[in-house]
Nanobody
């Protein structure tokens, strides 16, 4: 059973940057398709960025050009580099993993993933 643990959340000013990490353990890293999701209290979960085993990426429109997802198999770690942060990025961020491949059209849907981290809070304010 793969296990995911996020870190790197915190506070930033508008226009600032944060990098989130998701450490993966318990199974072979390269077997998994990964995604970053976010969910604010009382709101639906939102797919932010995904990355396939081959490194193909997909982004939600609101974060395109600002966020970058990457995976590093030697470190068993998934990253989300977040630049040009805005207050609307404030929420809890989760990493997720699914063994095997996912069609690109579905990859931003949280229901496609079976393994989740516990989440890390990101707050953007001045």
């Amino acid at each position: 059973q793969v296990q995911l643990m996020e870190s790197g959340g915190g506070s930033a000013q508008p226009g600032g940057s944060l990098i989130l990490s998701c450490t993966v353990s318990g199974d072979i890293f390269n077997k998994y398709f990964f995604g970053w999701f976010r969910q604010a209290p009382g709101k639906e979960r939102e797919g932010v960025a995904t990355i396939s085993q081959s490194g193909r990426t997909r982004y939600e429109e609101a974060v395109k050009g600002r966020f970058t997802i990457s995976r590093h198999s030697a470190q068993n770690t998934l990253y989300l580099q977040m630049n040009s942060l805005v207050p609307e990025d404030t929420t809890i961020y989760y990493c997720a993993a699914e063994q095997g491949s996912l069609p690109a059209i579905n990859s931003l849907l949280g229901d496609e993933y079976t393994s989740w981290g516990q989440g890390t809070q990101v707050t953007v304010s001045s």
